[in-house]
Nanobody, 118 residues
Framework: QVQLVESGGGLVQPGGSLRLSCAAS????????MGWYRQAPGKQRELVAT???????NYADSVKGRFTITRDNAKNTVYLQMNSLKPEDTAVYYC????????????WGQGTQVTVSS
């Protein structure tokens, strides 16, 4: 059974930092592109950052220079370091693992709430 379990969300003041973690089980994460998405109330889910198996990491323009995605394939874990947080970063953050081609699959975590407020 495949599971993506996010952790690290919470309430933080504007300008603060949080580090999200996504631990994958049931898959070999090195075979997948890993990413973070978010969904704010009343809005569609949007890409935050993706870390492909190879190639360039991709960030949404709104988080460039503030967020950093990293992956530790040995631990089957992907992280999202979020600095200089803004109220507009408030959302549920979801972890995603996707594999294309042979053995194609697409998995999502249950989400973790991030609230940026004073």
């Amino acid at each position: 059974q495949v599971q993506l379990v996010e952790s690290g969300g919470g309430l933080v003041q504007p300008g603060g930092s949080l580090r999200l973690s996504c631990a994958a089980s049931g898959i070999i994460s090195s075979l997948y592109a890993m990413g973070w998405y978010r969904q704010a109330p009343g809005k569609q889910r949007e890409l935050v950052a993706t870390a492909p198996r190879g190639g360039s990491i991709n960030y949404a323009d709104s988080v460039k220079g503030r967020f950093t995605i990293t992956r530790d394939n040995a631990k089957n874990t992907v992280y999202l370091q979020m600095n200089s947080l803004k109220p507009e970063d408030t959302a549920v953050y979801y972890c995603n693992a996707v594999r294309v081609g042979i053995g194609a699959a697409d998995y999502w975590g249950q989400g973790t709430q991030v609230t940026v407020s004073s």
